[in-house]
C-alpha cells in the first residue's frame, strides 16, 4: 500500500502541529505523522501558564493550548489526514518515506516534507545512575501529568534550567516533596519567578553543587552530593547525602536529527542550540531543498517558537509547492517579527547567537 | 541573591517596592519580576494601565503606583506567580495579603494557615480573609490572608495544614 500527500510533516508537537494546520489552512494536502497515541508532544504534559506574548499564547496552559491546536486541526479533514502510532522509519530518494504503525508498513510520497521530530534528553554520568528511581524529567512528566502516577515521594532535582524548575513546582503540586534542586553552574539557568517560586515553598536550591553518586542497592534510597568550583571542579571534603527515592534528570536536550541525517541535509553544530542541528535558512528549509525543520529539531527552544517556527515552515512549504501567495507572506511576517520579539531581551541572548552562527553558516552556504 | 538561590533580597526588593507613602493609601500591587523575560500578560490585565513595558514584552513590567488601585486582577494572570497585592491600611497591627495559590488544598475562608517567607520557613501565623477562584482565573485561586505588618514584606507563600 502505498499514499500520496503534497506536504508530509513528522511529529506532531506543537511545531508539527501547527505547520501542519498553515500548510493545510493554505490549501495544502497534507499527511501529519506521529508515533505518540495523541499529538500535542510535551504540550499535553505542561500544566503551567505559558510566558511569552498576550497577544499569542501567554498566560495559557500548556494543555489548553494543544487542545485549542487539535480543535483547529480538527476543522481542516479535508485537506490534514492524521497518523498516530505511526513512525517514519526513512526516506528512500527525496520524496518517499517509509511509514511503519502495529498494522502496517507502507510507503508514502511527497513533495515536500516538514521535519519536527523535536529533542531527546541528555543524561548524565555519575555512579550508580543506571538505579531504579533515576528518571529523565521527561518520564516524570509523563507518568505524573499524562497518566497519574506519582514516580516517587521524595526527589531530588538536578539542572536548573526552566524544565528542572518546572517538574519541580508540578511535583510539589502532585503531592511529592522535592528535597532539593541541583546546579552546576553558580546562577540559576532558568527564569528566576519559577525559582522563586519553589524556593518559597522550602525548596533548597544548590547552585555550584553536583551529584557524585546515587544511593541505594536495588532502588534510589539517597543522593551525594558535593560543591564545584567555578570551574566545575569538585571542591574537596563538601560532600553530602540527602534521602530521597527518586533523582531527576533535568540536563537538558539535544535536537533529535537523524531523519535530516539520511535526507544528506547538511548539519552545523550549534552549542547554544543544544547540538547538531540542520542548516536551514529563514524559511526553516534545509540544504535538501525537499526537506524543511521546525521546532526543538531546528535547535531547543521552548513551544511558543516552536509554534512560530512550524508556522513558517508550513506556509513556505507550502509555497514552494503552490507557489507565493500573500497569505503566506503575512503568516511568515506576522510569525518573524513574534519571534523577534520573544527572542529579545538577555534571556534570549544564547539563542540569538545561535541563531546567528546558523545564518552565517547559510549565507556562507 | 535571586540568581543564586531564588531568594529574592531587600536590595533587589526596593527596586519594585511602591513607596511608603502608596502604602499608607491603601491596596496596591507588588510585582516581583526582576528579570527581562518575554512575557506580558499582567500589562493586558490591569484595567485602569497601571502596568506597562517601555520596549517590548521583554522588558521588566513597570508599575504606576497612583494609577494602581490594587484591585487584585494581575496576580491570577502572572505565569510566573510573582505578583501579590498588599494592604497595609487594613487594620492597625495587621496587613492583607493577597497571593496566588496552585495547590492543594485550597484553604478556607477563616482558616488559619502558616505564613512563610521567601525560603519557605513559616514566620508566622496566618488567617484567610477570602478565597477567589474564578473561572477565568483558570485553577489560579487568589487567597487574601491577614497577617502582621511587620511581616508584610517577607510572607510570600502559605502552608495549608
Known sequence: MSRKTEILVVGGGPAGLSAAIVAAQLGSKVLLVDDNPHLGGQLIKQTHRFFGSSARDAGIRGFM????????????????????????????????????????????????????????????????NDLPGVYGAGAVQTLMNVHGIRPGNKILMVGSGNIGLIVSYQLMQAGVEVVG?????????????????????????????????????????????????????????????????????????????????????????????????????????????????????????????????GRVAGARATESVHGESAEAGKVVSDAVAELRTLRSGSTGERIRWGREKIEKEIAAC | MLINDGIITRDELATVLPSDERFKKGPVAIIECLQDIPCDPCVSSCPKKAITMKSGITDRPKLDEVKCIGCGLCVPRCPGLAIVVLDMTHAARSAALSLPYELHPVPKVGQVVKGLDRTGKAVCEAKVLKVLSAPKFDRTHVVTIEIPKDRALEVRAIRVA
Open chain 1, 181 to 309: 534542586l541541583v546546579e552546576a553552574m553558580q546562577t540559576i539557568g532558568g527564569y528566576l519567578v519559577h525559582a522563586s517560586k519553589i524556593r518559597r515553598m522550602g525548596v533548597p536550591i544548590y547552585t555550584g553543587h553536583t551529584i557524585v553518586s546515587a544511593l541505594g542497592k536495588d532502588g534510589v534510597t539517597g543522593a551525594r552530593l558535593c560543591r564545584l568550583d567555578e570551574k566545575f571542579q569538585v571542591v574537596p571534603n563538601t560532600e553530602f547525602d540527602v534521602k530521597c527515592d527518586c533523582i531527576c534528570l533535568a540536563v537538558g536536550l539535544s535536537p533529535l536529527i537523524e531523519l535530516f541525517q539520511q535526507a544528506d541535509c547538511k548539519m552545523v553544530h550549534v552549542g547554544e542550540l543544544g547540538g547538531l542541528v540542520p542548516l536551514h535558512d529563514v524559511n526553516m528549509r534545509t540544504t535538501n531543498p525537499h526537506v524543511y525543520v521546525a521546532g526543538d529539531a531546528s535547535g531547543i527552544e521552548e513551544a511558543t517558537t516552536a509554534i512560530l517556527g
Open chain 1, 65 to 128: 493550548i494543544a487542545e485549542e491546536l487539535f480543535k483547529e486541526a480538527a476543522g481542516l479533514k479535508k485537506n490534514l489526514t492524521i497518523l498516530l502510532n505511526t513512525s517514519v522509519v526513512g526516506f528512500y530518494g527525496d520524496t518517499e518515506a517509509g511509514l511503519l504503525s502495529p498494522e502496517r508498513y507502507e510507503k508514502v510520497t511527497f513533495e515536500r516534507v516538514i521535519v519536527c521530530t523535536g529533542a531527546v534528553e541528555n543524561s548524565l554520568n555519575f555512579e550508580n
